[in-house]
C-alpha cells in the first residue's frame, strides 16, 4: 500500500516562501503521478501542481504558475513543493496525492492515495 507523508507547512508572512516534502513509500510499480492539492476553509480541494515518475514533466494551476516549483528526488522517494511569493491566498492545507500510472491531470477524482495534509498559513 503506498503511504505518503507530507511535512514543511507553517506560518510564513506575505512574500515569503516555504518548501513542502512529500515522502513516499510502498510503490509497486515505477510509472505514477504525484500531485499537490490543496484545500482553503470553505472551498473545494483544488490541484496545485503534478510530476510525473518517469519523464518529470511537470504542470501547475494558473494560479501558483511561475511561483510555485515541483520536483523530485529519487533517491529520497521524495517530492517537493517550493512555494515563492506567497499570498494569503494561498493558505490551505495542502496534500500530496499519487495515481496508478502516468496521467495528465490535476483532478481529485484521478488520485487514489493521498496523505494527512500540512497547514500552510500566510499572514502578517
Known amino acids: 500500500q503506498v503511504q505518503l507523508v507530507e511535512s514543511g507547512g507553517g506560518l510564513v508572512q506575505p512574500g515569503g516562501s516555504l518548501r513542502l516534502s512529500c515522502k513516499a513509500s510502498?510503490?509497486?510499480?515505477?510509472?505514477?503521478?504525484i500531485a499537490w492539492f490543496r484545500q482553503a476553509p470553505g472551498k473545494e480541494r483544488e490541484g496545485v501542481a503534478r510530476?510525473?515518475?518517469?519523464?518529470?514533466?511537470?504542470a501547475y494551476a494558473a494560479s501558483v504558475k511561475d511561483r510555485f516549483t515541483i520536483s523530485g528526488d529519487n533517491a529520497k522517494n521524495t517530492v517537493y513543493l517550493q512555494m515563492s511569493s506567497l499570498k494569503p491566498e494561498d493558505t490551505a492545507v495542502y496534500y500530496c496525492?499519487?495515481?496508478?500510472?502516468?496521467?495528465?491531470?490535476?483532478?481529485?477524482?484521478?488520485?487514489?492515495?493521498w496523505g494527512q495534509g500540512t497547514q500552510v498559513t500566510v499572514s502578517s
Open positions: 510530476i510525473s515518475s518517469s519523464n518529470r514533466i511537470t
Open positions: 510502498g510503490f509497486t510499480s515505477t510509472f505514477y503521478t
Open positions: 496525492a499519487t495515481s496508478r500510472g502516468i496521467i495528465l491531470s490535476l483532478s481529485n477524482q484521478d488520485y487514489c492515495d
